[in-house]
């Protein structure tokens, strides 16, 4: 158990209502977010951006759709030999 749970339960056992949880869980929140948002910025990140695995991901699928849009308009043109 750490101290976040400590806080929550002696927020509760002291107020006896878990408005304070709620509001000290929404801080935690918060802050963890803020800290989030520092080290992407500080490592150069930005979320618009693809990383190196999605932008891998994206070549991928676009070399497999050209490759099936090559070969419909192929099949699609065969004729089927008359009986």
């Given at each position: 158990?750490?101290?976040p749970e400590v806080?929550?339960?002696?927020?509760l056992n002291s107020t006896r209502s878990i408005v304070g949880v709620a509001i000290a869980s929404a801080l935690y929140a918060l802050v963890s977010l803020v800290c989030?948002?520092?080290?992407?910025?500080?490592t150069g990140?930005?979320?618009?951006?693809?990383?190196?695995?999605?932008?891998?991901?994206?070549d991928d699928l676009t070399r497999e759709r050209a490759a099936l849009t090559?070969?419909?308009p192929q099949s699609a043109s065969k004729t089927v030999p008359a009986a």
């Open positions: 158990m750490g101290n806080l929550a339960q002696g927020l989030m948002l520092m080290l992407l910025n500080r990140y930005w979320a618009n951006e693809l990383s190196t695995a999605e932008q891998a991901d994206v090559d070969e419909l």
